[in-house]
Structure formats: C-alpha cells, structure tokens
Nanobody
Framework: QMQLVESGGGSVQPGGSLRLSCVGS????????MRWYRQDPEKERELVAS????????NYGDSVRGRFTISRDNRQKTVYLQMNNLKPEDTAVYYC???????????WGQGTQVTVSS
C-alpha cells in the first residue's frame, strides 16, 4: 500500500526555520517526482516546491524562492523541505505528493501543520 507520511511541522516565530520530512513506502520512491504543496483554508492550494527523481533539479513557487529548499534522499525514501525566514503568510498545512513522471497528479500524504506567528 502506497503511503506518504509528513512530519516536522509546528509553531515558529517569524524569521524562524523548520524542516519538513516526508517518508514514502509501498512504491519505488526513486521513480517518482516529489512535490510539496500547502493549503490554507482561506486560500487555494499552492505548489510550493518540486524535485525530480534524481534530486538534481528543484523548482519553487515565487512566494518561497530563496527561502525554501527542497531535497531528497532516495535511499532513505525521504523528501525534505527546509524552510528559512518563515513569514506569517507561510502558515498552512503542508502536504507532500509523489507524482510519476508524465502524469499531472499522484499520491498524497496526510499533511503537517505549520504556523508562523509572534
């Protein structure tokens, strides 16, 4: 059974940092592109960052570029999202997703809450 489990969320003050992790199981992790999305109840779901199967190419949304870094460890079947200089507008539930190359949608984790406030 394919499963994605996120962790690392929490509450942090503006300017702080968090590192999210997402562990995959039940599929060949290294064959899937990985994405981080976020969802705030008052906003549309937003693609935050994505990384290809090799881990050599990452892409970022305009709102996080320069502050967030996506990476992956295929041997550990884990994708990471390092979030620095967090802002209140980064508050959301963060989800990881595994997408097979060539497809537009894939599998989702259950999400982890990130709250940035003073």
């Amino acid at each position: 059974q394919m499963q994605l489990v996120e962790s690392g969320g929490g509450s942090v003050q503006p300017g702080g940092s968090l590192r999210l992790s997402c562990v995959g199981s039940g599929f060949v992790f290294g064959n899937y592109n990985m994405r981080w999305y976020r969802q705030d109840p008052e906003k549309e779901r937003e693609l935050v960052a994505s990384i290809d199967t090799t881990g050599r190419r990452g892409n970022y949304g305009d709102s996080v570029r320069g502050r967030f870094t996506i990476s992956r460890d295929n041997r550990q079947k884990t994708v990471y999202l390092q979030m620095n200089n967090l802002k209140p507008e980064d508050t959301a539930v963060y989800y990881c997703s595994a997408v097979y190359p060539g497809l537009s949608q894939g599998y989702w984790g259950q999400g982890t809450q990130v709250t940035v406030s003073s």
